[in-house]
């Protein structure tokens, strides 16, 4: 199972700020997140390649803003992870300033894809993004992600509060549950992408059949 825009994403460059951005036009989707929130696989699996996002097993380590190009209009962008402690005060002041500047000035992001560890509550710094994104009137879209590792039950239980909690506070805001191991979530989040890239897939039309 594969989208025919989004298998297409190439690596096009990294930025350390707004200023070394690839030029403003078009459409932009940008995926943020908890530094081990499961960003990067959900990126490689949206995309079905990989090792698009490079995945780590010490969070932190995306520091630069990285390009997707996925046709001459549309781009997908890997933001750096917020949240983790265990980094240099100095280094996470900075691409917390070059996060900010992309998110409040880049004239191209359509929506934010928000990734959400499904098997805990939103942390304070989920709910912070989720408070400045309402200022700014940015669409997001949460991904409580990790959810193969929950029973039936409790995922639709972190589900259900998630939503209550959105529908309450965060109208901007949409949720799903989404599972990069399983694969599980791909034709909902393709669409939310669809909508904001203003993109149509191609009608796959079936082969006449002859009358006998």
Known sequence: ???????????LKSAPDLSHCPEDFG??????????????SALNVITSQRGLAKTSKTPGRTQLINFFECDEQRKLVDLPG??????NVNTKRAWERSLSEYIEVRASLKGLIMMVDSRMPPTEIDLMMLDWTLTLNLPVHILLTKSDKLKKGPAQN?????????????????VQLFSSLKRQGLEEVWAKLDEWMEYERPVKVKPETKDV
Do not use: C, I, W
């Open 1 to 11: 199972m594969q989208h025919p825009l989004y298998q297409q994403a190439t690596y």
């Open 27 to 40: 459409y932009e989707v940008a995926f943020a997140g908890r530094s081990n929130a499961g960003k990067s």
């Open 82 to 87: 917020y949240g983790y402690a265990k980094v």
């Open 158 to 174: 972190s589900l259900l509060k998630m939503r209550q909690l959105l529908d309450e506070k965060y109208p901007h805001a949409t």
